[in-house]
């Protein structure tokens, strides 16, 4: 009997670890997917160069009430809009939306200094 409580016990720490690191994941996930659609968005010269990201929060804001899955980053890019023109650093907030099978869903990006 203690023994099976004890089994109870690992088991149910096992799976909250397995919980918290397929959350973590999923942040890493979301914040690169947001740096990649702000990438494509840009219509800069050569390769942006992007700052370090920090893992996305899920959303907890009310456009996106009810929809499963839903998070929040935000990062900035420092790119080149024309030949000899200085780096410029934009920073953009994104939010995705995990898909079942197909991937992280855009649902909003924004540049709050205005776009590059």
Known sequence: MLA???GRGLLLVLVGGLVQAAEKD????????????????LKTLGKPRMDAT???TPANDKRW??????????GALHAQARFGA??????YQCAV????GAGWKLLDLQWPQGRP
């Open 54 to 56: 920090r893992p996305a």
């Open 97 to 100: 939306q995990k898909t079942p």
């Open 65 to 74: 009430a009810g929809m499963a899955d839903v998070w929040l980053a935000s």
């Open 26 to 41: 999923d942040a890493l996930y979301a914040s690169y997917a947001c740096q990649q659609y702000a990438l494509a968005a």
């Open 4 to 6: 099976s409580k004890a």
């Open 86 to 91: 200085p780096m410029v650093r934009s920073e």
